[in-house]
């Protein structure tokens, strides 16, 4: 089968580059599948961060760079350009409305020729995370060719209802190699970053902004901190926002040697070692969709405290592999901080973790594929 992914590729970095890799190589075991990719994807005024490519600038294999966000000419070439490889198959993924006006015009412009029910999109969010006025338009410009449709989360699915009466949709988490095995030794690293075995480790990782909440994980983590001298707090991730309000917060409360803060975007190995290190992850997001992040620690069998926002409650299941916190209640989180180090509630939430990792393979995510594909 000819097999068109429509995404992000390296050296472009990010969450929905890395899905977009995983999800060619697995394809490829059987398939023949060629990339199509963005030559120019967001402009400097409009991107918060320091950079969107890798510090490795080489190109994805069997990946042609050819779109532009902004030039609608690219989007005729790509289009021409695939309509004649006749695939069986195009599948896009979509993100952020921003890019729903290239992305929808390629899918319009191939739909005039191919079979429309062959022609999916993946949708990892629906709506933004920070809206803007013109985001309703753009995702119903984007939405309005495709019948077909991949989501992380049931609550992405149901966001889509406000702007499409008729679809056809599965809902499969963000997958990871459920066989991987680290090569890494959790003590070694932990001397490597200069943490003794003693120490316990609170972890918060992505990108800072402002919807993730870092202000509620601060203050609702800042009492804990200071009566347990083993157990520190790492935030981790590239700041897309002024961090000085954070950095107050834990000036305010004299925690500055219990909270290491790594101001860069991180690399894979650098995620991993994270998490191989951290006892628990931390997600007091104020709003959500679903989040890459939640996949990682269950690759790496890592309990999780969330907020109870966005699709956090479908793969986070309380008392189980985590804890969901209500109402973005600080002391809610601070008491569920207490009761996991009091307990033996990492254990068994580890073996929860590793007895249903099965949920976020990448054989049951593309069984959803085949599961659109063979719909009439």
Same mark, same amino acid.
């Given at each position: ?44 005024? *409009?991107? @918060?961060?320091?950079? =969107?490519?890798?510090?490795?600038? /080489? #190109?994805? !294999? ?6 532009? &966000? ?102 499969? *988490?963000? @997958?990871?190699?459920? =066989?991987?095995?680290?090569?890494? /030794? #959790?003590? !070694? ?6 943490? &003794? ?180």
């Amino acid at each position: 089968m000819k097999i068109i992914l429509i995404s992000p590729s390296p050296p472009l970095r990010g969450g929905i580059s890395d899905h977009n890799i995983g999800l060619y190589h697995k394809l490829s075991e059987k398939h023949d599948v060629e990339i199509f990719s963005f030559n120019y994807l967001y402009p400097k005024f *409009f991107f @918060p961060g320091k950079s =969107q490519t890798s510090s490795k600038k /080489d #190109k994805f !294999k069997n990946t042609h760079y050819t779109i532009s &966000s902004i030039n609608p000419i690219s989007w005729i070439k790509t289009s021409n350009k695939i309509k004649k490889m006749n695939p069986d198959v195009v599948i896009f993924s979509f993100w952020n409305p921003f890019i729903g006006l290239s992305l929808g015009s390629i899918a319009k412009l191939l739909a005039r020729n191919m079979n429309k029910k062959k022609i999916i999109s993946i949708c990892h969010n629906i709506k933004p995370h920070e809206p803007s006025w013109f985001d309703k338009k753009l995702v119903k410009f984007y939405t309005n060719t495709f019948d077909k449709f991949i989501f992380m989360s049931s609550f992405v699915e149901n966001e889509l209802n406000e702007f499409k009466n008729k679809f056809k949709s599965v809902v499969r *988490f963000l @997958p990871f190699d459920i =066989q991987y095995k680290t090569s890494y /030794d #959790k003590i !070694k690293i932990a001397k490597e970053m200069g943490f &003794s075995s003693k120490d316990r480790i609170i972890l918060f990782t992505g990108l800072i902004r402002p919807y993730k909440g870092v202000d509620n994980l601060l203050l609702g983590t800042k009492t804990f901190l200071k009566k347990n001298k083993n157990h520190k707090l790492i935030i981790a991730g590239e700041a897309y926002e002024d961090t000085e309000k954070y950095k107050s917060i834990i000036r305010k409360n004299g925690i500055e040697d219990k909270v290491i803060w790594i101001d860069k975007f991180l690399t894979h190995s650098e995620i991993e070692k994270l998490m191989i290190i951290s006892d628990v992850l931390i997600l007091p997001y104020k709003s959500a969709s679903q989040s890459g992040i939640v996949s990682k620690a269950w690759e790496y069998n890592l309990p999780i405290i969330a907020n109870n926002v966005g699709g956090f409650s479908e793969c986070i299941i309380n008392g189980k592999s985590g804890y969901i916190v209500e109402n973005n209640s600080i002391t809610t989180l601070e008491e569920k901080v207490n009761t996991y180090f009091n307990s033996n509630d990492k254990n068994e939430m580890t073996k929860f973790i590793l007895s249903n990792k099965h949920k976020f393979s990448w054989e049951y995510y593309i069984s959803g594929i085949w599961e659109l594909i063979n719909e009439s």
